[in-house]
């Protein structure tokens, strides 16, 4: 028996009408849709965005990625998630996976997908990309990323911040990714830097609860959470006196 074919769907950043019509038509036709959740009582975000395109037979299979940082421990779950999948694809079924924004793009499928082809060696792939977070923060707040000639910097932001430092200090525009709770860390940052008034930040984009700030100064004072499904673009060619 032929195995099936595992596709890795994009659905955006949160409004289910960003969702590209590959997207939608694979979808359709899929039987067996599996969804990643960060916690076991949680509901997963990508399969509130795409539900309306499942199919009336489709069976949702749930698949916990907890939000750790222990490689290992890691590993074992998308080990885990992968011995779940390759039963389907064996059998001759499709198999699709979920995933927020690009499915290429600091996204857990880039680790699936490799455990699911050392799982089963020359099995079909196919990966439809998604609308990113950060574009669709540039379209809510009218912010281009790349004009003429200016770099354009992608930076998931760490700990100690230091790769956000040098990458404002290259100049161009710099898109900070996954900010969760250090926003507060990089605000102040973007401070010292001259830079509050070139930057805008936007929160759950297209999802319930979104959030559009242009004067980053107002989000001094926001909860911890504030960061949660996050981006904040910023122009770092040009500083205001500080």
Request: proline fraction near 4%; hydrophobic fraction near 45%; charged fraction near 20%.
């Amino acid at each position: 028996m032929t195995a099936g074919t595992f596709y890795g769907i994009g659905v955006g950043p949160g409004d289910s009408e960003l969702l590209t019509v590959k997207a939608a038509a694979v979808l359709r036709r899929c039987r067996h849709v599996f969804v990643p959740k960060a916690k076991i009582s949680a509901d997963s975000v990508a399969l509130e965005i795409a539900r309306r395109y499942l199919g009336k037979d489709a069976a949702v299979h749930e698949l916990l990625f907890p939000m750790l940082t222990d490689r290992e421990a890691l590993s074992r779950h998308w080990a885990e998630a992968a011995a779940q999948i390759a039963p389907v694809l064996r059998d001759g079924e499709n198999a699709c996976f979920l995933t927020l924004g690009d499915p290429l793009l600091y996204s857990t499928y880039s680790y699936l997908l490799r455990e699911v082809k050392r799982l089963l060696p020359g099995v079909n792939t196919v990966t439809v990309p998604g609308i990113t977070s950060f574009c669709a923060a540039a379209a809510l707040t009218q912010f281009p990323i790349g004009e003429g000639k200016t770099p354009v910097t992608i930076v998931p932001t760490t700990d100690d911040l230091e790769s956000v430092r040098r990458a404002v200090k290259t100049g161009g525009t710099v898109v900070l990714m996954k900010i969760g709770g250090r926003l507060q860390e990089i605000l102040t940052l973007l401070e010292q830097e001259g830079l509050m008034d070139n930057a805008v930040f936007v929160a759950r984009a297209g999802q319930q609860g979104q959030q559009i700030e242009t004067d980053l100064r107002k989000l001094k004072y926001a909860d911890a959470q504030a960061g949660y499904l996050s981006v904040i673009l910023v122009h770092a060619n040009e500083r205001s006196a500080s």
